[in-house]
């Protein structure tokens, strides 16, 4: 069934992509092989953040309560309680969703208001949610801040207990404060013409045990009409007592391509998804 509150749904879940700015440490000298594999750790929890948003804005613009690849995930909304409740289940094996990426478990989002309105918070979570077999868990809290001084709807997103259980069994960690400022698209029910800049800055562990600090030095650019998603932007991460790494993600182009430099030295990787 087609609702008002359907058309709110597709507008604010689309706002809550979780950017888990995270990274493995790795020694002064360490190889070029080392090296991407810092960048792609990274790497690995941007895309599947973004991914797991996309899914759920997918769903609300088929309006909510169907299936969005036939199988999964089955699609339920609740507006008569308040807060609000959007489920997606896929199920306790492995679907391929739309995409062709597998998942399983439920991503779960409650709403106390219309998107568009001051004060409204939206919180994302997860229930056994695996997607390649990556298991992804925590909490995001969304607030709308109003409009800011460039005219702009904007969001504070705070990250907590953030967490990915790699395949291969290796957890990486983070919580992070985010201010996501909605620059295009605001005003079409589309999402592909969406484009988000986020700043802010977080911490937590990588996936070796190590703790890091990460800042966005430069806003990322999130291109929805971009099968990448992350366009532009430049994140510095610093594990305790190590060199300060420098992701650049580019300058807008929409490409999986990206660099990751340590002191001197600089390593080209792919955002892999």
């Not at 949610?129 to 298991?135: E, H, I, L, T, V």
């Amino acid at each position: 069934m087609k609702t008002p509150s359907l058309k709110v749904i597709t507008l604010f879940l689309i706002s809550i992509t979780l950017l888990g700015l995270v990274v493995t440490s790795c020694q002064k000298n360490a190889d070029t092989a080392t090296e991407e594999s810092i960048a792609s750790d990274n790497a690995t929890a941007e895309a599947n953040f973004s991914d797991e948003a996309n899914i759920v804005d997918v769903a609300a613009i088929e309006n909510g309560l169907g299936k969005t690849n036939g199988t999964c995930p089955a699609v339920t909304v609740d507006t008569l309680n308040t807060p609000h409740v959007l489920t997606l289940d896929f199920g306790t094996t492995n679907c391929t969703s739309a995409d062709g990426k597998l998942r399983r478990g439920k991503i779960i989002v409650t709403w106390t208001g219309k998107y568009r309105v001051a004060g409204t918070v939206i919180t994302h979570s997860y229930l056994n949610f695996y997607q390649n077999d990556n298991k992804i868990e925590g909490t995001k809290t969304v607030t709308n801040l109003g409009i800011n001084a460039a005219g702009h709807y904007h969001f504070s997103v705070v990250i907590a207990n953030a967490k990915i259980t790699k395949s291969n069994g290796k957890i990486i960690t983070w919580a992070s404060t985010r201010n996501r400022e909605w620059i295009q698209g605001a005003n079409t029910p589309a999402v592909a013409d969406d484009i988000y800049l986020i700043t802010g800055s977080g911490s937590g562990n990588d996936a070796n045990g190590n703790a890091f600090t990460m800042v966005i030095t430069k806003g990322i650019t999130i291109d929805h009409s971009c099968k990448y998603h992350l366009v532009s932007g430049t994140v510095e991460i610093t594990p305790s007592g190590k060199l300060t790494r420098v992701i650049d993600y580019g300058n807008g182009t929409c490409d999986d391509d990206a660099t990751l430099t340590v002191g001197k030295k600089t390593v080209a990787f792919k955002i892999k998804r």
